[in-house]
């Protein structure tokens, strides 16, 4: 099994920043990729950006410019760093994790319990 632990979200003003961090712990073999996802009220969850390891990057159309993901490999660490943050923004964030328990398991999907992220002033 897999667990991932979020931080980072909170309170925030138009304007300002967040960073997010998820780390990984557990049975890891390989991770796949890493990612946030978040769902705002009332809406489906929605891919914010993914990060395949070796593979490109993709943003929403909606953070592009904004938003910056990263990772440390050695911690097995993603993080999001959000910036000229607005109140569409207002949302939970999920952190998600592609990755293989042992050499001959298939890629499975996990994901963090999320942080609340809230833009208002």
């Known amino acids: 099994q897999v667990q991932l632990v979020e931080s980072g979200g909170g309170l925030v003003q138009p304007g300002g920043s967040l960073r997010l961090s998820c780390a990984a712990s557990g049975t890891i073999f390989s991770i796949v990729a890493m990612g946030w996802y978040r769902q705002a009220p009332g809406k489906q969850r929605e891919l914010v950006a993914t990060?395949?390891?070796?593979?490109?990057?993709n943003y929403a159309d909606s953070v592009k410019g904004r938003f910056t993901i990263s990772r440390d490999n050695a911690k097995n660490t993603v993080y999001l760093q959000m910036n000229s943050l607005i109140s569409e923004d207002t949302a939970v964030y999920y952190c998600?994790?592609?990755?293989?328990?042992?050499?001959?398991?298939?890629?499975?999907?996990?994901w963090g319990k999320g942080t609340p992220v809230t833009v208002s002033s």
């Open positions: 990060m395949p390891i070796g593979g490109r990057i």
């Open positions: 998600n994790v592609r990755a293989k328990a042992t050499m001959f398991s298939y890629a499975m999907d996990y």
